[in-house]
């Protein structure tokens, strides 16, 4: 019998600022004549200093973690000199995001509010309802077309749930 455990831990900062030093827009609004095309006064209002749009932007580093879990028990069978089992299970867990210090929001269409990360349950710090339930099972076959035969055909069934680890930037 087999029996094995991984834990992973996966802490990333993400640093997603765009754009970074803030946005300067001029539109010629300020310096244009009645009647004039606004992109040939763009320049006039940058030398005014005459700016339709400003934006500033804060630097902000999400220090994202999600933590997995995954477990397994397995045993080799043999029916016969030609015929072996594997029969086994496993778990998979991986955790919804979450950042470190509870930076995180979520939108609640049922209340119409936003929802705030804090200390607590996991549920309190991803507001996202995590998936306990990935068991999956596992069966091999290795059968042998003669008694005498090396050579060995296997064919293998299982149950896999795959946790997307390190796409953090498509989730966010």
Same mark, same amino acid.
């Given at each position: ?6 834990? =992973? ?7 997603? @600022? ?6 300067? @827009?001029?539109?010629?609004?300020? +310096? ?29 580093? *999400? ?40 930076? =995180? ?21 991803? =507001? ?13 076959? *290795?059968? +042998?077309? =003669? ?17 997307? *680890?390190?796409?953090?930037? *498509?989730?966010?």
């Amino acid at each position: 019998m087999k029996i094995g455990y991984e834990y =992973l831990a996966v802490n990333t900062a993400v640093q997603d @600022t765009n754009p970074l030093l803030g946005l300067d @827009t001029y539109s010629g609004q300020f +310096s244009r004549v009645s009647g004039g095309a606004n992109n040939i006064y763009n320049l006039a209002d940058f030398f005014f200093g005459l700016r339709s749009q400003y934006e500033l932007a804060n630097l902000t580093v *999400a220090q994202m973690r999600q933590r997995f879990h995954f477990a397994y028990v397995q045993d080799d069978l043999k029916v016969n000199q030609k015929l072996t089992l594997n029969l086994g299970l496993r778990y998979e867990f991986g955790t919804p995001y979450y950042e470190a210090n509870n930076r =995180l929001s979520n939108y609640d269409p049922a209340t119409n509010s936003i929802l705030l990360a804090k200390d607590g349950s996991l549920y309190d710090r991803a =507001l996202v309802d995590p998936d306990y339930n990935n068991f999956g099972p596992r069966l091999t076959t *290795a059968a +042998s077309a =003669l008694t005498t035969s090396r050579l060995t055909i296997r064919r293998v069934l299982f149950t896999n749930y795959r946790s997307d *680890a390190g796409v953090i930037s *498509a989730t966010i």
